[in-house]
């Protein structure tokens, strides 16, 4: 019987759901899943669970996260990634080194963080993901977040490097926004890796066309 967990290093253009589906096909069984849902645009560590397993995603979901970013400020896009489409551009060519780093430190603690309309939470049984595509827009209520720790590693304006590690329900695309309208030019996350989720690291990742039985891990999640 196949059972364990998969710490799988997810590549970018494909749906967490994609991953599953490959992973269905290289173990040949369906009762596969994944905690911790990571955008197209996304990479890094994506947990699978795979037969018995699965009974453990509720455990998923309270695990603190860390991510590798880069904002890119001056470009507002629709889906604040790089998928979207740009739909406003500001002069960000004033903004100082000393101004960016005074925003981020602004964010770290506990706050407040309004989900993203492109994201996988539901609005009467729809994926809001779903409604943004058909153009429709609805109210989000905020949610209770914290910022454990942002740090910048790398300045080149308009491009900006940060490693951030977060409660669960942060969405780090809202987040580059949020610093964007901060700084009164707006931004988007053109690059995002999930470094962390919980006890497993990205040093523990395989890539996808690496999986196989061998790899599977048992986990006690006490």
Known sequence: MKDGLLVVDKPAGITSHDVVD?????????????????????????????GSATKLFSKFVYFDKEYEATLCLGLVTSTGDSEGSIVCKKDASHIREEDVRKVFSEFIGKREQVPPMVSALKHQGQRLYDLARRGIEVERKARAITIYDLQITRMALPEIDFYVKCSKGTYVRRLGEEIGEKLNVGGFISRIRRISLGPFHIQQAIKIEDVDESHLRHWASD
């Open 22 to 50: 490959l992973v269905r096909k290289k173990l040949k069984m369906k009762r596969v899943g994944h905690s911790g849902t990571l955008d197209p645009v996304a990479t890094g560590v994506l947990v699978l669970l795979v």
